[in-house]
């Protein structure tokens, strides 16, 4: 670009994984442009991932739900219209498309914005509406590095960094949900039993197992978290358990969920996005993998954070769907050597 761009626009909506994923590029763009107002277009579910980041000027809700009813609803083509002519009123200087979807390359075409980057790869002729699209390569097959790469296209570098915003409240509210729950501030690890895709699940008897190692070896109370509709697989845990699980399942929102996160000793996690959110505040933590392939989405230069089957063997493949990867072959001993190494 011959110009420093004043406004810059990141779009990546979804999901929680996603989202974190990209953070690196937030961070670059505020390095290689720190005076710029940089604004993030976001799905309204996962915007507490970015309110408050110091590094953004404006979130921007995308809620992809109503919008997509547009056709057949009056008031979501308003809302829709609205939207864009938002867009369009903040004048970017730059937009850069993580999404690689029709929906978010046309918004970001539909903005008047003359530079637009995105990625080759993505889906619903999404390419044409960008002015420069970005090849996946065997040198950013970890989406992390795929994603740097886009920005690297447009002029943005910097050293990889996870920045996530802090809340002061929900630090403060979860003293207050700890010591209900009778668990030390200090002394807790905390299991991640869910996931968007049922076929990720680690059974849970396997996590009761990880539960009672984890108490006994280290002292640490246990916490199950995860969304209202994961609440039973925190209760199957709870239940398949010797020591007492605390299921905090559907108790907390997503500022509530990074703190407990940061504040913990130990994650146990399936590859989901809190578990991701755990890999970005570098706490100590084994994410389990099945059929979801590590050298693209694994915690990111966090090796000793993976459990997996053939770990870097598996090409560039999103996902590999043969028996061998099934998430059932990662054993409890796998999963404790892995969280004891970085425990002791």
Known sequence: MTKKPQKILIIKPSAMGDIVHSLPVLSAVHKTYPDAEISWLVRTDFAALLEGHPYLSEVILFDRKYLGTAWK???????LLS??????????DLIIDLQGLFRTASLSWLSGCKARFGPRSGREFSHIFYNKTIKQDQDSIHVVDYYLKIAAAAGIAGEVEFVLPRNTEADESLKSVLADSGVSEKGYAVLIAGSAHADKYWPTERFAAIADKVAERFGLSVIAVGT???RLLGEEIKDKAKVEVKNLSGRTGVPMLISILRGAR?????????????????????MIFGRSNPARVAP???????AAVETDSRGDSI????DKYDIRHITVDEVFDKAC???Q
């Open 73 to 79: 609803n009056p008031k979501a083509f308003g809302a």
């Open 83 to 92: 939207l864009i002519m938002g867009l369009r009123k903040e004048k970017f």
């Open 228 to 230: 209202a509709g994961e």
């Open 266 to 286: 130990l994650v146990i996690s399936n590859d989901t996005g809190p578990g991701h959110i755990a890999a970005a505040l570098k706490v100590p933590l084994v």
């Open 300 to 306: 990111y230069h966090l090796p000793q954070c993976i």
């Open 319 to 322: 996902n590999n769907f043969e």
């Open 341 to 343: 190494a970085q425990l």
